[in-house]
């Protein structure tokens, strides 16, 4: 019962490199979610996903970029990593209209 | 732009005192969530409120919803130290989507 898997749970990176933070779900839910969340703060919606080959930007989406060609899977993408993007993000799922259920989040610093 | 903001964003409380945590709105919404997380770990959802006058209960927890007002509450009755930990409350912004507004959380501290 896996539930919503993140990986990697910490990654260094140095400014101008690239990442793919994995996200995966095994409840077959269509809605999936990227939230960043940086310290003492709450969470800010980067990019959702309605459904298999459907994105849209959430309130942060600068600098980040999404795919999502099977329901369980939704990665995102940083390109040229930059100091402000030094962050927890949590991918998160649910069914519609139901609570969202959070992955255990990766912690991401930018050096 | 669907706004939510959070009151206090720290509380420091003593053992069985009660106390509440406001949560405000800026726009019409159906839903509002809250959301527990302990420190270094992911988000547990604690309650969906779906209508006006909605009431929730959980243990020493209650949230309430006024649609009117664009105001939750969650109240803590009698608190312990098992409930420290921060309170999220979210928001659905519409359109059939489920994306959810957050506030910036309250950070709940239970001394003995």
């Known amino acids: 019962n896996a539930g919503v898997t993140q990986t990697p749970k910490f990654r260094i990176l140095k400014i101008g490199q690239s990442m793919t933070l994995q996200c995966t779900q095994d409840?077959?839910?269509?809605?999936m979610y990227w939230y960043r969340q940086d310290p003492g703060m709450g969470l800010k919606l980067i990019y959702y996903?309605?459904?298999?080959?459907?994105?849209d930007k959430g309130e942060v989406p600068n600098g980040y970029n999404v795919s999502r060609s099977t329901t369980e899977d939704f990665p995102l993408r940083l390109e040229l990593a930059a100091p402000s993007q030094t962050s927890v993000y949590f991918c998160?799922?649910?069914?519609?209209?139901?609570?969202?259920?959070f992955g255990n989040g990766t912690r991401l610093t930018v050096t | 732009e669907l706004k939510v903001e959070q009151n206090p964003l720290f509380l420091s409380m003593q053992e069985g005192k009660n106390y509440t945590i406001y949560c405000n709105y800026s726009?019409?919404?159906?839903?509002l969530y809250w959301y527990r997380q302990d420190p270094g770990k992911s988000l547990e959802s604690l309650f969906v409120?779906?209508?006006?006058?909605a009431v929730k209960q959980e243990g020493r927890l209650m949230a309430s919803l006024d649609t009117k007002a664009r105001l939750s509450t969650l109240h803590i009755t009698a608190a312990v130290h098992d409930l420290s930990a921060t309170y999220f409350c979210?928001?659905?912004?519409?359109?059939?989507?489920?994306?959810?507004?957050f506030g910036t959380g309250t950070l709940l501290a239970v001394q003995p």
């Open positions: 409120l779906l209508s006006n006058g």
């Open positions: 979210a928001v659905d912004s519409g359109g059939a989507t489920n994306k959810l507004i």
């Open positions: 998160a799922s649910s069914a519609g209209n139901s609570p969202l259920h």
């Open positions: 996903s309605v459904g298999a080959g459907i994105t």
């Open positions: 409840m077959n839910h269509n809605y």
């Open positions: 726009t019409t919404s159906d839903r």
